[in-house]
Antibody, heavy 115, light 109 residues
């Protein structure tokens, strides 16, 4: 049974940083590319970033490019999202998602950016 | 990276069918057979209902079906049930990134 557990969310002030983690189990983590997807309160999901299975290729949404960094540690079956220069409009539930067919989602972690 | 266009709302009575459209471009929906549909109930994570345009994950009722024509994908829910009332989002691969739809609220009358 695939399980993805996000952590690291919380309330932070604008301009600060936060690192999210996603621990995977029940899958061969190192075989799959992984995504981060976020969903602002009351709005639809927004794709954030993707990383290849080996970590060599990364792509970002324009809205986070230069501020967010996706990474992974296959030895720990863990995906990361380093978020810097956080803004009010980064407030959202962040989900990690497998790039598989079918895909699997975690339950999400809430990031609130507010002064 | 513009969002895919969905109608804001759709509705039907129990037992009826409802179809939701998802319109993109040749760079996303029209260019790849990687369209997915998600169902989301309030306070819950999105649940995958359709992937690769027409495929259903294990456990998803066959009342849910997907199709695509050109730059527009569609989700049809047949034999509507009360528990189908939810928000529905499409998503498409767009060459290096993914894009989601604007979302459709389905109401069971």
């Amino acid at each position: 049974q695939v399980q993805l557990v996000e952590s690291g969310g919380g309330v932070v002030q604008p301009g600060t940083s936060l690192r999210l983690s996603c621990a995977a189990s029940g899958i061969t983590f190192s075989a799959y590319a992984m995504h981060w997807v976020r969903q602002p309160p009351g709005k639809g999901p927004e794709w954030v970033a993707v990383i290849s299975y080996d970590g060599r290729s990364k792509f970002y949404a324009d809205s986070v490019k230069g501020r967010f960094t996706i990474s992974r540690d296959n030895s720990k079956n863990t995906l990361y999202l380093q978020m810097n220069s956080l803004r009010d409009d980064d407030t959202a539930v962040f989900y990690c998602v497998t790039s598989s067919a079918p895909d699997f989602w975690g339950q999400g972690t809430l990031v609130t950016v507010s002064s | 990276q513009s969002a895919l266009t969905q109608p804001p709302s759709a509705s039907g009575s129990p037992g009826q069918s409802v179809t939701i459209s998802c319109t993109g471009t040749s760079s996303d929906v029209g260019g790849y057979n990687y369209v997915s549909w998600y169902q989301q109930h309030p306070g819950k994570a999105p649940k995958l209902m359709i992937y690769e345009v027409t495929k259903r994950p294990s456990g998803v009722p066959d009342r849910f079906s997907g199709s695509k024509s050109g730059n527009t994908a569609s989700l049809t829910v047949s034999g509507l049930q009360a528990e189908d009332e939810a928000d529905y989002y499409c998503s498409s691969y767009a060459g290096g990134n993914n894009v989601f739809g604007t979302g459709t609220k389905v109401t069971v009358l």
